[in-house]
């Protein structure tokens, strides 16, 4: 009777692990949970970092690396700086010119997007220190 018990006991821990992981995927997949991801100064939204790793080919933690460039460039995004301040920081990663669009939330920089632009190039080999 007791080897019974725990079979059941055992088969119904294992349902409850499989329902939690489908509830934790679609609610990832879905944003009913805001998965925010911190490393070092930078902080990002998971579900952003996705669909920008699908539409740009470009992950944020390679996008952090752009800050450390010491020839990089910051201009603010006066397109889409309504509420906040929004600013691209442009550099390089290997032999690529990448630009991030970034802001600051707190002592911390929130990345939103990150793309190798065409016209990044341009803005990195300009003349300027960037803040324009």
């Known amino acids: 009777m007791s080897s019974i018990v725990g ?22 997949i879905y944003g009913i949970f805001n998965m925010e991801i911190e490393s070092g100064s930078f ?21 952090c690396e752009v800050f450390k460039d010491s020839k990089r460039k910051v201009y603010i995004d006066s397109k889409h700086s309504r509420k906040e301040d929004r600013l691209f920081c442009i550099g390089k990663i290997g032999n690529k010119v990448l630009t991030v669009r970034f802001t600051y939330r707190g002592y911390k920089i ?15 080999e300009r003349e300027d220190n960037g803040f324009k």
Not at 10 to 28: A, R
Not at 110 to 124: E, L, N, P, T, V
């Open 7 to 28: 079979g059941k006991v055992n088969w119904l821990f294992k349902v409850c692990i499989i329902v939690c992981i489908i509830i934790l995927t679609n609610s990832q």
């Open 43 to 63: 902080i990002w939204d998971l579900e952003k970092e996705l669909d920008n790793i699908k539409k740009h080919k470009v992950d944020f933690n390679t996008a």
């Open 110 to 124: 929130r990345i939103f997007g990150a793309g190798y632009w065409r016209k990044g190039g341009k803005y990195y």
